[in-house]
């Protein structure tokens, strides 16, 4: 059985492939895995093959051709994704009990390419958070260390793919949400371009940022999923798809590449701990042994992209959040008349996070201060998307730490929203540009003030519909690092 955990997606799937190993096999070392969660990773999992299979649901009748390149290939599935029957919350309370009567494009294309739902994984709620702590299903433990948090919001996603209770994961970003758990747990997590994968069936919170996104062991499988699930998709006027698809990376070396280094998201940036400095510093000089140039360059607006996100993002869910009153989906608490029917609702079935920024959300855009914050705050992004663009025009990549610090431990930061936010440092300016990045394990580092060795991130970002050659780039890279799931290894 362990043995079969330890393979990567691509290693399972041509096992499944050749006979090897069958699908209901690989599928119960899973299942099993997945039910002695004590991370708090899922929600809910598939009792058995039919149910990972969404069969009776409209997706499971739907006619396959022949053996997908997933072909039985568990996924957990971030909980923000509609699946047709199957319990469904973004996290939240208000949401209890709520079983979609459809299913989220990305899930459809994952189950078209043989992929089967193992579970699903619990978030953030709404994806609102850095740390996962903000779900109203309690938080989700960090497999390194269960004294920690995973990262937030698809903390769920990344704590079972890197305790072994998944092989992969999808999850969504929207400032993030993908990369930074990735980090913190020591695994690979893109978010792909803007408009890359439908948002047809994810819940939405930030509808101008939100994307779906792998999480995975290492970069090919990470390649492996997007394939699968990108495209553009008539249910969703905003997704292209990426042209050409994405294809499976195969660098070795990095001869030819430039890469820049934004001096506002790296070396002049605030709050880096020093053990995740050092292994950033040692990965960018890996970059060269690889034969990549690199220099130093600028962002300038960069350190104001948590500003304007925190802004936008609160814009975006106050009226995203507004459907939830009680009538249409999960919870209702009755009352004495309507108006008080929603307000008892939305009282009782939000979190304090999510609250805090329907509020910070419905100020912004109030019509005294709407040119004030809201108008400002997209000025500042317009700012950050041409600052990218114009480092591009030098550089194939740009590149910084994923997340400032090491996994924290769980409460650290909880009295402190400016604090949690500021984990964000780094990975909010790319989806406010609409660009893609990954995340992939550099190395291990302590947390500042000493503590177990814990992995880190290392982000690489690239102009928009760049995906195929930034994870190319990324394989490279990885192969050059030798990360160790467990083991450390790495750059540090
Ligand atoms: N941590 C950020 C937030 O709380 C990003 C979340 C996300 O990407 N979904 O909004």
Known sequence: MADLIDLTVAEAAARIRSGDVSRDEYFDAYREAAAGDSLNAFLWTAEDAAQADLEGTRTGREQRHGEGPLEGIPVAVKDIFCTEGIPTTAGSRILEGYRPPYTATAVRKLHEAGARVLGKANMDEFAMGSSNENSGYGPVLNPWDSGRVPGGSSGGSAAAVAGGLAP????????????????????????????????????????????????????????????AVEGRDG???????????????????????????????????????????????????????????????????????????YVLAPAEASANLARFDGVRYGLRVDAGDLTEMYEETRAQGFGAEVKRRIMLGTYALSSGYYEAYYGRAQRVRTKIAEDFSKAFERFDFVVTPTSPTVAFKLGAKTDDPLAMYMNDYCTVPMPLAGIPAISIPAGVAQPDGGGPELPVGFQIAGPAFSDSAMLDAALALEGAIGFRRNGGGGAA
């Open 168 to 227: 992969c994961a999808i999850g969504t970003d929207t400032g993030g949400s993908i990369r930074q758990p990735a980090a913190l747990c020591g695994i690979v997590g893109m978010k792909p371009t803007y408009g890359a994968v439908s948002r047809y069936g994810m819940i939405a919170f930030a509808s101008s940022l939100d994307q779906c996104g792998p999480l995975t062991r290492n970069v090919t499988d990470a390649a492996l999923i997007l394939q």
């Open 235 to 309: 249910c969703d006027s905003t997704s292209l798809g990426i042209e050409g698809g994405i294809s499976l990376p195969s660098r070795e070396d990095l001869t030819g590449l430039s890469v820049g280094v934004p001096k506002e998201l790296a070396s002049e940036a605030e709050g880096i701990e020093s053990g995740v400095r050092e292994v950033f510093e040692r990965t960018v000089e890996l970059i060269e042994e690889l034969g990549g140039e690199v220099s130093e360059t600028e962002l300038p607006h960069a350190p104001h992209g948590i500003s304007a996100y």
